[in-house]
T-cell receptor, first 113, second 112 residues
Framework: NAGVTQTPKFRVLKTGQSMTLLCAQD?????MYWYRQDPGMGLRLIHY???????AKGEVPDGYNVSRLKKQNFLLGLESAAPSQTSVYFC????????????FGPGTRLTVT | DAKTTQPNSMESNEEEPVHLPCNHS???????IHWYRQLPSQGPEYVIH???SNVNNRMASLAIAEDRKSSTLILHRATLRDAAVYYC?????????????FGTGTRLTIIP
């Protein structure tokens, strides 16, 4: 049982490049989330999904897109990376809503130059 | 919007209890109170959560004020492995409309 895994662990992009971050969970969880964490800060919710085929905007969605084609996977896309998107990105999943705990992945450290 | 306020840092001696406070005076009636902790270079780890009543689990206890405007995470006997940043989070959930409010966290230092 791997829990929540994220790919890749590290990435350096040039401004304007695109990339996709992959999150996978093997716990059959309905809810999945993408967060970003800037240095010395707490987490901020980018997008989330309450089930396969659904996505919704969180607190800071601009510049990102997401897809949840399969229940176990949640993809985060950056179409045209900007230096302001340099951050650590965490994925999480939970059985359902706020009454359940979230399980976090190990994070992806992204640098945009 | 709901907001949480936590002290930036706290220290505690090893093997003593630790009380980590969180103020959330604008909490709504349906906000869950979650606590997570984060070790350096790791993802956050769930500690405990509750809605109105005090909660206990193997890691900690959560004491929620009667008016729900504040809560306290209690580590009963701190160890060096408890040194981390602790986040108090409000989680509002309404039929797929999710909103999470993270505080800036309390950095807990354990003194051997």
């Amino acid at each position: 049982n791997a829990g929540v895994t994220q790919t890749p662990k590290f990435r350096v992009l040039k401004t304007g490049q695109s990339m996709t971050l992959l999150c996978a969970q093997d716990m059959n969880h309905e809810y999945m989330y993408w967060y970003r964490q800037d240095p010395g800060m707490g987490l901020r919710l980018i997008h989330y999904s309450v089930g396969e085929g659904t996505t919704a905007k969180g607190e800071v969605p601009d510049g990102y897109n997401v897809s949840r084609l399969k229940k176990q996977n949640f993809l985060l896309g950056l179409e045209s990376a900007a230096p302001s998107q340099t951050s650590v990105y965490f994925c999480a999943s939970s059985d359902r809503d706020g009454s359940y705990e979230q399980y976090f992945g190990p994070g992806t450290r992204l640098t945009v130059t | 919007d709901a907001k949480t306020t936590q002290p930036n840092s706290m220290e505690s001696n090893e093997e003593e209890p630790v009380h980590l406070p969180c103020n959330h005076s604008t909490i709504s009636g349906t906000d869950y109170i979650h606590w997570y902790r984060q070790l350096p270079s790791q993802g956050p780890e769930y500690v405990i959560h509750g809605l109105t009543s005090n909660v206990n689990n193997r890691m900690a206890s959560l004491a929620i004020a009667e008016d729900r405007k504040s809560s306290t995470l209690i580590l009963h006997r701190a160890t060096l492995r408890d040194a981390a940043v602790y986040y108090c989070i409000l989680y509002y959930s309404n039929f797929g409309n999710e909103k999470l409010t993270f505080g800036t966290g309390t950095r807990l230092t354990i003194i051997p």
